[in-house]
């Protein structure tokens, strides 16, 4: 009767083993492994097999777009500086680069965007289109490295 018990238990244990090695990753994402606590691999889009007790799951990098909606003033030590309202669409290219920024990619492009929009002698009297081209241009500069990249920049500036 033990025997039984001992032999159920060490197949269910070898079984959840079994699926938990099993890893299915969904179109568009990549995932970042750590071995042991150190970064071993990526895994694409599929099905891949894992060491259940060793490896896990850092991050899970959506490769699709992503939007940051901005609705902040650049300068809140100025009194009437301009509100910036608009969206940042961004999306990740290299995952091997971006893995070490990913979740802090947000607060990265918003703050690069605040930047070098105060790095403008008057943002207000330039025209939007223009301004928005040079805002992505000045964000691919400090994010390309990182892997991600600024597809799209649609900012007005209110009072």
């Not at 018990?5 to 269910?12: F, G, P, T, V, Y």
């Not at 894992?50 to 003033?73: M, Y």
């Not at 070490?100 to 947000?106: F, K, S």
């Not at 081209?133 to 892997?147: V, W």
Request: glycine fraction near 4%; charged fraction near 20%; include cysteine.
């Amino acid at each position: 009767m033990l025997f039984q018990i001992s032999l159920s238990l060490a197949l269910l244990v070898f079984a959840t083993l079994v699926v938990m090695s099993v890893k299915r990753i969904p179109e568009g994402q990549v995932y970042s492994m750590q071995r042991l606590g150190r970064p071993s691999r990526m895994l694409a889009s599929g099905t891949h097999v894992v060491l259940p007790l060793l490896d896990r799951v850092v991050h899970k990098i959506s490769l699709n777009g992503h939007a940051l909606q901005l609705a902040e003033t650049p300068l809140t030590d100025l009194h009437g500086a301009p509100r910036v309202e608009g969206l940042v669409y961004w999306q990740v290219l290299e995952p091997e680069r971006a893995d070490e920024v990913i979740d802090q990619a947000e607060d990265l492009i918003r703050r690069n965007t605040l930047e070098a929009l105060c790095a403008s002698p008057d943002p207000v009297a330039e025209p939007i289109p223009a301004r928005n081209a040079r805002l992505k241009q000045a964000l691919n500069q400090h994010l390309r490295p990182r892997g991600v990249l600024v597809t799209r920049v649609d900012l007005k500036l209110a009072a």
